[in-house]
């Protein structure tokens, strides 16, 4: 293969190569489009990556993205001690926990999740994604339309998934903590051939714990095997399955009933669920990815990925409190028994070349998902519950259930994309983009015995600018766009759809900036969002909907790395988010009055670490704060700050690690829901004690 073709590839390992150097020497060099060299600190050579595909889907600096855009790296996970993407939100300003693996981004609420940038989300529903084989986490801000296709204009994260390995990795650890708590891993990887030309990827994880939530306990067992092997110079092709069981006992988890000032109403631990509920995930991930490159300014890539899975709930929803002494306070609350299942297929295709022509980097691509779902929901009016002294031991059996759902739908989404990276000159960047979707729904409701079709097409686009000033500062400003099309539930002629989808238009300006010879990186952005066409009941019918909603969200963001001393570290988070209602007939759903719920005006995590390299060890320490929300209801969510702690000793080949989460036992919620079914409890003080042996 002629070198220029191999740019980005050597520009990545370089990288990598490079940040391992860091971690034992200090500090970092990289090569610049220069030939200069550029000195880093340890935070940012431990926490920061200096390039990533998700913004553009080429390998792209971050300081040359016009967008705001966070990576999350293995080292960062590791520290503290992250088993779920939950674990994470203190350090991704603008994000905030809604309700299971959900997030309010940017104060819009998002359950989108991209995997290695494509569709197809084996956790989709109620369960969490766990990141046993994560090897980051990026985080795209703003609407991405304009590559990924439809979806929120507060962001979307992607997972990286773990690849074989050209270098030998071989890990054996476990893991035990308080509530029962005990986790077992094998993760095996390294070349098959003599040449490295073939890779493989072995991996298993089990966990088990009883949570301190009544009746809850919690299993997870994920296989994991890759591999990949080079057809010669010019082609890779890299392959992996994955398969997930997740068991959650005690679920469909709810949260726990709050008085209008956000005090609970019950103990902390309570829940509606009996002993015999729970929440069972099974899926199967297959993926497939091939590189090829044609020449020496032409490559390619083809990407596939499907999974299947099944979600079983059975589980008693919260449905009513009530008042049983009449002294003004809930004490009990009703309840429904609920049975749904849901069967999902989906895959998904994405085709892309890449030409490097001179200045010039044009993207042309294009893809396709489906996704089948069937879905069964039955339910019951049942015995409620004490919520100060509550009584389980109800027999579901003796339920008498009626069906309340039965659907069938398919969901499409397609769209072709073109996209240029203008390098100007060596300090101006100029990235433009434009996407055009197509996407169809089919839903056959076959309880009421209809079907309902809908088909539309979006057009989105991206325009942004980098310019780097001196060393020291590079500004960037953006402007792009988004669409979510309308649920095709809502679509029907008598609710009087067709609709257009909703549409939402970002302006971001941003400046990256290093200090005191790069031993400070801050990144500061200021967004101003508007959402439109959200359905809102028709003032005229009230039997039918009308596309008038508008919502407006803006905000600063600040990310800040820092070394401290040598070998101190420190990663801050900030951000500052005003969404309001801009236009709606009678409020919007998710919203209580002007204000969307769980969109805190205010968050500020922090993580720090400080290393003894004498002993070869670290102390970390971290702490996220969240300020006032509000629930669905309009009820109070109470701001709250909570503190973690790590210790990490390196001995030989062994690592050993102790990580503390909420410190000092905080009683609070992290987010609301509805009145009836409360606010969600943050976790009690949890205490892993972690063993890791490389062989």
């Known amino acids: 293969m002629k070198a220029k073709s191999r740019n980005y590839l050597i520009f990545a390992t370089v990288l990598i190569s490079m940040q391992e150097v860091s971690v034992a020497a200090n500090s970092i060099s990289e090569t610049t489009d220069s030939d200069s060299i550029t000195v880093y600190g340890r935070a940012l050579s431990m926490y920061r990556s200096q390039a990533t595909s998700l913004a ?112 030998p990795q071989r890990t054996i650890s476990i893991t035990g903590g308080n509530q029962d708590f005990i986790s077992g891993s094998l993760d095996l ?98 993926q497939a990815r091939v590189e090829h490159y044609f020449n020496d300014w032409l490559s390619g890539d083809v990407s596939l990925r499907y999974y299947q899975n099944t979600e079983t709930q059975k589980y008693h929803e919260p449905n009513g409190l009530v008042d049983t002494d009449g002294d003004g306070i809930v004490d009990w609350s009703e309840r429904q028994f609920r049975d749904q299942t849901r069967h999902s297929k989906a895959g998904t295709a994405s085709v892309n070349l890449v030409a490097e022509l001179g200045n010039h980097t044009l993207l042309l691509g294009g893809d396709y998902y489906r996704v089948d779902e069937d879905y069964v929901y039955y339910r019951s009016n049942v015995d409620g519950i004490s919520l100060i002294e509550p009584n389980y031991g109800a027999d579901t059996s003796a339920y008498s259930m009626s069906l309340a759902k039965q659907t069938d739908s398919r969901s499409e989404r397609y769209g072709a994309y073109l996209q240029d990276q203008w390098d100007i000159t060596d300090s101006w960047n100029l990235l433009s983009g434009i996407r055009i979707d197509g996407y169809k729904d089919h839903i056959r409701d076959l309880k009421a015995g209809d079907e309902t079709e809908y088909t539309g097409s979006g057009l989105s686009y991206r325009l942004g600018s980098t310019y780097r000033i001196n060393q020291q500062l590079h500004p960037y400003l953006v402007v792009a766009t988004g669409f979510v099309p309308q649920d095709a539930s809502d679509q029907a002629t008598s609710n009087g759809g067709p609709f257009p989808p909703e549409e939402s238009l970002m302006y971001e300006a941003g400046v990256r900036s290093y200090w005191l010879n790069n031993s400070i990186n801050m990144n500061v952005a200021l967004y101003h969002i508007t959402k439109q066409n959200i359905l809102q009941t028709d003032p005229n019918d009230d039997s039918r909907s009308v596309a008038y909603g508008e919502v407006r969200s803006q905000g600063v963001e600040v990310d800040l790395l820092a070394d401290i001393t040598d070998n101190w570290t420190a990663n801050l988070s900030y951000a500052y988010n005003d969404t309001k209602v801009k236009e709606a007939y009678d409020g919007i759903s998710g919203s209580v009055g002007s204000r969307f719920a769980n969109a805190p005006h205010h968050q500020l995590g922090l993580w720090t670490r400080y290393d003894f390299q004498q002993i070869n060890s670290s102390i970390g320490f971290g702490s996220d704060y969240v300020s006032k929300q509000y629930n669905q209801d309009g009820q109070i969510v109470k701001a709250f700050t909570v503190f973690d702690a790590s210790w990490q000793t390196h001995w030989q080949q062994w690592l050993f690690q102790v990580n503390v989460k909420n410190l000092f036992d905080k009683e609070y919620a992290v987010s609301g829901f509805l009145e009836r079914t409360g606010s969600f409890p943050g976790e009690r003080r949890r205490i892993y004690l972690t063993a890791s042996y490389d062989f």
């Open 56 to 167: 553009t889907k080429t390998p792209t600096e971050i300081d040359k993205t016009p967008q705001s855009i966070q990576v999350l790296p293995q080292q960062l996970i590791e520290d503290q001690g992250a088993r779920q993407v939950t674990d994470l939100y203190r350090s991704i300003s603008g994000v905030s926990q809604y309700s299971y693996s959900g997030v309010t981004f940017r104060g819009f609420r998002q359950d989108q999740i991209l995997y290695n940038g494509l569709r197809g989300d084996p956790f989709n529903g109620f369960a969490i994604p766990q990141l046993f084989n994560i090897e980051q986490v990026e985080v795209l801000k703003g609407p991405s339309s304009a590559v990924m296709g439809s979806g929120e204009p507060g962001g979307v994260i992607n997972y990286v998934t773990k690849k074989p390995t050209y270098k």
């Open 189 to 286: 990887s390294g070349p098959v051939t003599e040449d490295k030309s073939q890779r493989y990827r072995m991996a298993i994880y089990q966990d088990h714990e009883n949570p301190s939530r009544n009746n809850t306990d919690v299993r997870n067992r994920i296989i994991d095997l890759g591999y990949a092997w080079d057809l010669g110079s010019d082609t890779t092709v890299t392959t992996q399955f994955t398969d997930i069981i997740q068991h959650y006992g005690g679920a469909r988890l709810r949260g726990v009933p709050t008085d209008d000032d956000g005090n609970f109403l019950g103990d902390i631990d309570w829940n509606s669920n009996e002993v015999s509920d729970y929440q069972d995930l099974e899926a199967q991930v297959y």
